[in-house]
């Protein structure tokens, strides 16, 4: 949605979740505080380049104002975060 500026950190959310729960289950965490995200930000544009480079297509980015999206009354979009992911890009 939006103008593909939107940044993003990807991650595994598997890996995540276990990344997460391995410091709150640990005393030595305790008093420390963690970055929990990759290290590097893409916006979505990048994402979407780098995914279809690993797969070796080019990709055809369509951008559509998030604003055209939430318009058309869909239940699955409005109860996205579209609105959260690009307010501020």
């Known amino acids: 949605p939006s103008d593909g500026k939107t940044l993003l950190h990807y991650s595994s959310a598997y890996n995540t979740g276990r990344m997460i729960a391995r410091i709150l289950t640990s005393e030595k965490s305790i008093?420390?505080?963690?970055?929990?995200?990759?290290?590097?930000?893409?916006?979505?544009?990048?994402?979407?380049?780098?995914?279809?480079?690993?797969?070796?297509?080019?990709?055809?980015?369509?951008?559509i104002p998030a604003e055209y999206l939430l318009k058309m009354g869909n239940k699955e979009i409005n109860n996205s975060l579209i609105t959260e992911l690009t307010q501020y890009n």
């Open 31 to 63: 008093g420390k505080s963690y970055t929990c995200a990759h290290n590097v930000i893409n916006t979505q544009d990048d994402y979407i380049k780098l995914i279809a480079g690993v797969v070796g297509v080019e990709p055809n980015i369509v951008h």
